[in-house]
């Protein structure tokens, strides 16, 4: 059993930058891919970015590539989002996930773990 805490969301200007942390407890967060998505008011969610469990792989959505950085820290059992040039469109909730099996899986939101979310609000 893992338990994943976002943070770091909040309102930030269009242009902006926020870091996203994730926070895991319980089994070692190294056997876990994780990921980041988020949804939109009215809309699914969406997955935004992956990566494997010892970072040496990672994935982007077309629409996050260049402007957000995923990466994460074993050591902290923590992982994060970095994330600039916001817009509008980026305001979502975001979700921190985990699963034991495949980046496949997660990106296919087939997530073992959730998080309970946290709000990014772009401002324009």
């Known amino acids: 059993q893992v338990q994943l805490v976002e943070s770091g969301g909040g309102l930030v200007q269009a242009g902006g930058s926020l870091r996203l942390s994730c926070a895991a407890s319980?089994?070692?967060?190294?056997?876990?891919?994780m990921g980041w998505f988020r949804q939109a008011p009215g809309k699914g969610r969406e997955f935004v970015a992956a990566?494997?469990?010892?970072?040496?792989?990672?994935y982007y959505a077309d629409f996050v590539k260049g402007r957000f950085t995923i990466s994460r820290d074993n050591v902290k059992n923590t992982g994060y989002l970095q994330m600039n040039r916001l817009n509008a469109e980026d305001t979502a909730v975001y979700y921190c996930?985990?699963?034991?099996?495949?980046?496949?899986?997660?990106?296919?939101?087939?997530?073992?773990?959730w998080g309970q979310g946290t709000q990014v609000t772009v401002s324009s």
């Open positions: 996930a985990a699963d034991r099996r495949s980046s496949t899986r997660l990106r296919n939101g087939e997530c073992d773990y």
């Open positions: 319980g089994r070692p967060f190294s056997q876990y891919v």
């Open positions: 990566i494997s469990r010892y970072g040496a792989d990672t």
